[in-house]
C-alpha cells in the first residue's frame, strides 16, 4: 500500500471493512436460525394433547370404587399408552386427609424419553 496514493488507500480500507462487516453479519445470521430451529423443535417435541388426553382418563379412572376394577382401568391405562405412545404412565389416587376440601390426591407421572412430566391434583 505504499505505493498507492491517498485515495486508493481509503478505498481498499473501505473494501476491507465492508468485506468484514459482510462476514461477521452471515456468521450471526447463521446462528439464528439454528437457535430459532431448534427452539421450534423443542415446543414441537411438547406432547401437550397426549398429557391432557392421559390426564383425562386418570381423573375419569379416580371415580371408580372397586378397588380391582381400578386396579385393572390403572393396568390398561399404562400399557396402552407404553404400546401407542411409547410412554411411561403411572399414576396414584389416596384419599385426602380428614377435614381437607377435597376427597382425593392424584399424583399423575408422563415420561416419553424426550418430556417428563409430573403433577399433583386435589379432587
Known sequence: MARLNDDAQWIVLMGFIV???LFFLGI???????VGQTTAEGVLEFPKNDILDIRSEVL????????????DVKKDI????LSRKNA????????APPGSTYTKIIDIHYNNGVTAYN???NY
Open 60 to 71: 375419569q379412572s379416580s371415580k371408580i370404587t372397586v378397588a380391582a376394577d381400578f386396579d
Open 88 to 95: 411411561i404412565v403411572s399414576f396414584r389416587v389416596t384419599q
Open 119 to 121: 403433577e399433583t391434583t
Open 19 to 21: 468485506s468484514f462487516s
Open 28 to 34: 450471526v445470521i447463521n446462528q439464528s436460525t439454528v
Open 78 to 81: 399404562s400399557s396402552i399408552a
